[in-house]
């Protein structure tokens, strides 16, 4: 696993979110929300989230995949898409 995934994994399982699990995978980062969980509302949130997020990270980017899912849908965000993936 790369530096840069390790540390969003930290940031994510820090956060302490109720209900969330979020998992390594071959893929990316797994991250199973409640059933209530509204994927629209996540999804047109995630970049501003995500961008605030990363202010905290100072080792050099990487491409990476979120998975998110909440029990009835999937989608997924790559961040920083055109860098190289360092798993």
Known sequence: MGAYKQ???QILQRANLQGWKIED???G???DMPN???LKLIRD???NTIAGLTLDITIPKERLKFIFHNGHEQFEY???PD???ND
């Open 83 to 85: 860098s190289p993936v």
């Open 25 to 27: 995978t071959s893929e």
């Open 7 to 9: 540390k969003w994994l």
């Open 45 to 47: 949130n995630i970049p």
């Open 29 to 31: 980062i797994f991250i």
């Open 78 to 80: 790559v961040l920083n």
């Open 36 to 38: 209530v969980a509204d």
